[in-house]
């Protein structure tokens, strides 16, 4: 009986194949992925599964013991009928267990929160499946702002609306590390946890990407109705407005939570420090 991972193409999914491959070989698992082309480079067995396509599931999860279910990027109204799809296929398809990748976050105090409340829906239909299920709430992934460095350099500063919020970020790697241990070992049934390292200001963050980098950011904090303006004319309403939600929450303490990685994974959340490190000798700046 086999342990499939939606949304495989993507970065989180691959991220979570590759440790499950580690841990219990490449012929127990399988992606599951909207685009298959994307996906084959795992070197797994691949099928064929889009959110909004009830059927894909039904086949794609025929002798799957335990799916993981990564959460969609639609808008939050349509990503709770898609992850539907998925549970509703497991309940038919005999699937014994469920993981679902959530999000920290404050549900009705800030511009993120619909995102977070639809997480929060598709985490209800989770635990009334009937099925075992764990559930993780993922933190801020640090790679987007590592990919956002040769912009940060041009500005010669971080800016956003966070203030002096700390946010505790994580990575796809150890989220990838983690899941991999929720989705094998029965303890985890029936728990909720926070999967992310410690939490820093963004004045942290900015003094962690300079001793990694050598750089010299700073840190100037806009109002958020200043940051929502300009997210939103450089990213387009919904983004703008999803990235603005997410600093204003971390300005109001929704990202500073206590962390259950260690209860999750067995093992201690790398720093912040090593994750940045990480990721910089994996991506060679050019
Ligand atoms: N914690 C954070 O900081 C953070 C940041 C961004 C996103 N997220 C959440 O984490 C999730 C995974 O992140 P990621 O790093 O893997 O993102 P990613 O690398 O951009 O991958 C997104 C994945 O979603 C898949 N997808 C989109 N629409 C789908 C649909 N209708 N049916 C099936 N699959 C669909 C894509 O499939 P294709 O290859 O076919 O496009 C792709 O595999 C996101 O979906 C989002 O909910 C979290």
Redesign the pocket.
Known sequence: MKIAV??????????IVNHLIALVGKDQVIG????PE??KHLGVEIRK?????REDFNKALQGVSTVLL?????EPQK?IA?HQNVIEAAKTQGVQKIVY?S?IGSEDKNAFSP?VQS?RQTEEDVKNSGLHWVIGR????I??DLEYLPTYLKEGEISNCAADGKCAY?S?EELGYGYAQMLTEEKHNGQIYNLIGEAVTQTQLAEAINTIYHTHLTYTAVSVAAYAQERKKALGDFMGTVIAG?YEGIRNGANDVPSDYVRAAGRSHKSLLKMIENYSQNHPQK
């Open positions: 939606t949304s495989a193409s993507g970065q989180l999914g691959a991220s599951i992925a909207r685009t994307k996906a599964g889009d959110y909004n396509n990564v959460s969609g990027m639609d990503r898609q990748t999000i995102v997480n993922n933190g801020i992934y790679e987007p994580t796809r997410i």
